[in-house]
């Protein structure tokens, strides 16, 4: 069983530019949440998919938005990068998009500078 | 609305000696709570959870936690560490109904040394 994957592992970007970050769930794994975590900080919700739609959305401008795939994976997109953008950037995967009790299972993060 | 205080953003610790990290939250529902660690450049893994039941929860790696309702708490416990539980701990809530949104605590810094 394939943990959970995310793509690139780092990236620089320029203020102003768009960046696409990548996520494959884990195998039987239907739904996707992002979190972005700032140097120091712990993690913060940015949002869930689940089967293709967005089903909850934490405190983050629309110049974050994300995407899943018939497979599974996602997409987290951010345009117009700013300075404080530059963080790790989580992806967790999980089994439901519900309530209940389905353990999120986190992959190493994508590193994002934003120069 | 969630939230979670870490107030002890670093412990420094010698090898075999026990631990506690602390964790309190705030929640106007029932929540679950979670302690996940992440070590240097690597995602987060979770140690061990509260769901309901007992309130003195196992995880792995010898860590343990309790859950106190009316202190709203949940400290991590180990009983004796060792050099590789040098990490970065995070506590973390969700509600336990309603999609699963975790909201986690700014983090302790766990530095084991010999």
């Known amino acids: 069983e394939t943990g959970v994957t995310q793509s690139p592992t780092h990236l620089i970007k320029t203020r102003g530019q768009q960046v696409t970050l990548r996520c494959s769930s884990q195998s039987g794994h239907n739904t996707v949440s992002w979190y972005q975590q700032a140097l120091g900080q712990g993690p913060q919700f940015i949002f869930q998919?689940?089967?293709?739609?967005?089903?909850g959305r934490g405190n983050f401008p629309p110049r974050f938005s994300g995407l899943q795939f018939p497979n599974y994976s996602s997409e987290l997109n951010v345009n117009a990068l700013e300075l404080d953008d530059s963080a790790l950037y989580l992806c967790?995967?999980?089994?439901?998009?519900?309530?209940?009790?389905?353990?999120?299972?986190f992959g190493p993060g994508t590193r994002l500078t934003v120069t | 609305a969630q939230s979670v205080t870490q107030l002890d953003s670093q412990v420094p610790v010698f090898e075999e000696a026990p631990v506690e990290l602390r964790c309190n939250y705030s929640?106007?529902?029932?929540?679950?709570l979670f302690w996940y660690v992440q070590y240097p450049n690597q995602g987060l893994q979770l140690l061990l959870k509260?769901?309901?039941?007992?309130?003195l929860v196992k995880g792995i790696n010898g860590f343990e936690a309790e859950f106190n309702k009316s202190q709203t708490s949940f400290h991590l416990r180990k009983p004796s560490v060792h050099i590789s539980d040098t990490a970065e701990y995070f506590c973390?809530?969700?509600?336990?109904?309603?999609?699963?949104?975790?909201?986690f605590g700014t983090g302790t810094r766990l530095l084991v040394s010999p």
């Open positions: 509260y769901l309901s039941g007992s309130t």
């Open positions: 998919y689940y089967r293709e739609e967005e089903n």
């Open positions: 967790a995967s999980s089994t439901a998009g519900g309530g209940g009790m389905y353990e999120q299972y």
């Open positions: 929640s106007s529902v029932s929540v679950y």
């Open positions: 973390a809530v969700r509600r336990n109904t309603g999609f699963q949104k975790l909201v």
